[in-house]
């Protein structure tokens, strides 16, 4: 059998770091064009992209924070555009949906239930911040649940659902792969599906290898050939979760969103720095990695001609 090319999605910023973490993380409209760019020279296929305040690098979910940096990317690129509709745990639902409405993106992110969601162990690690927000906000996330209920996934798909915008699920534990299941059933995720399965957040599962072929096992028993597997791995699980997934036939997610990190206390200097080692490795071990086109193909996602920006 023919070997599917790997597609590398690209997390260019998130809403998890705060800006005192990394003087790499992208902040501004300009950062994050040019490290979406830069990610898909090396080889990301698709980057997952959030907004953020250009002042002081709090997470921004107006869809008027997306278009200071979508266009540039669109008209510099074929890379395919990922939209959060998870923003940040502090934004309700709505607040969270509005980019994807209204920007109709190939692919959005949906988060398939509610969790705690903790950032408060990084304090140990952060103690000096530039800017007001950014302490508290990890601080709170000790008691921070982050919101994605039954009818608040429904009213996602059901609002962005003629729009033709596909959804990247991201499981954060099994029972998020069966409320995939029930939505599919439901009729409001048609296949394939693509899955993006989470390992290392505080709340969600680990990132042990038994972990991850758990959730392999548990998907390919509800969802069959009916689906594309991909992997992120939280912080350090970041590369070696990847490799495990690739060499299972699956797809990966790396990204200054995911970790700051290139190796034992040694920062990214940039999301392509991690993008272009995961394509070395994979590479290495015999794998192609998926052309943008080729993430359209195997996706079934309509075409950068049909967003709205």
Known sequence: MAVRPVIISCAVTGSIHTPSMSPYLPITPEEIAGAALEAAEAGAAIVHLHARDPGDGRPDQTPEAFMRFLPRIKASSDVVVNITTGGAPTMSVQERLQPALRLAPEIASLNLGSMNFGLYEMLKRHRDFRFDWERPY?????????????????????????????????????????????????????????????????????????????????????????????????????????????????????GLEDSLWSGPGTLARSNAEQVARMRRILEELGLSVATPAQARDMLNLKGAEAVGF
Not at 210 to 231: N, P
């Open 138 to 254: 990890l601080e709170q996330s000790e008691d921070r649940v982050f919101r994605n209920t039954f009818k608040d996934i429904a009213h996602i798909l059901e609002s962005c659902g003629g729009n033709g915008t596909r959804f990247e699920l991201e499981c954060y534990d099994i029972g998020h792969l069966y409320t995939a299941a029930h939505f599919r059933d439901r009729g409001l995720l048609p296949g394939p599906l693509f899955i993006q399965s989470v390992f290392g957040i505080r709340g969600g599962i680990g990132a042990h290898a038994e972990d991850i072929l758990h959730m392999k096992r548990t998907a390919d028993r509800l969802f069959g050939d009916e689906y594309l597997w991909s992997v992120l791995g939280c912080g350090r699980n970041q590369m070696f979760t990847g490799v495990q997934a690739a060499v299972m036939g699956g797809n990966v997610r790396v």
